[in-house]
């Protein structure tokens, strides 16, 4: 437990901050998910346009440090492949 009134703060903060980016996290899975289920449903242009949208979603979380930078990358590039495969 945290015994100092600085010790007390950081621990209210990062919980905050955990609930924030759980938020941010579920909205990245999200924006995913929202592109294989149009690679799925096997129309390109359509999951091409889910796809621009999806990329600001990304990149945003990532510049935010939620996730890895080249985490993001990896995603897109997966994303943008299936995409071409159709």
Not at 21 to 27: A, D, P, Q
Request: overall charge positive.
């Amino acid at each position: 437990m945290a015994n100092t009134a600085q010790a007390r703060k950081r621990a209210r903060q990062s919980a905050e901050q955990r609930v924030h980016n759980m938020g941010l996290r579920s909205e990245l899975r999200t924006a995913i998910k929202k592109v294989r289920k149009a690679i799925d449903a096997g129309n390109k242009e359509v999951a091409q346009k889910v796809f621009v949208e999806s990329q600001s979603v990304i990149d945003s979380i990532a510049d935010k440090k939620i996730v890895h930078k080249n985490l993001a990358a990896r995603q897109k590039s997966r994303l943008s492949a299936a995409i071409k495969a159709l």
